[in-house]
């Protein structure tokens, strides 16, 4: 998420990264996968599953574990500063 907030804030445009991590602890990195992260991860064998997307300005980390899921997201500078000025 570091990673991507940081490359965002440079200007950079961020590509969609699946991140999965196979029961014995393997990674494999996918690109711009249009899969649903469940079936992406079923499909490779993955235990453990992270999207990392930019949407609006925010950097979004999805991950799944088994029937665990959770969801990251940042918020905007811009929207940051909108709310202090008020």
Do not use: F, N
Request: glycine share 8%.
């Amino acid at each position: 998420m570091d990673a991507a907030e940081s490359a965002s804030r440079q200007g950079q445009v961020c590509s969609e990264m699946t991140i999965l991590i196979d029961p014995q602890g393997h990674i494999r990195m996918v690109a711009d996968s249009d899969w649903p992260l469940d079936s992406l991860a079923r499909h490779h064998g993955a235990q453990s599953a992270y999207r990392v997307s930019e949407r609006t300005g925010s950097i979004r980390v999805e991950g799944r574990d088994g029937t665990r899921r959770c969801l990251l997201e940042s918020v905007p500078y811009s929207r940051i500063a909108k709310l202090l000025l008020g």
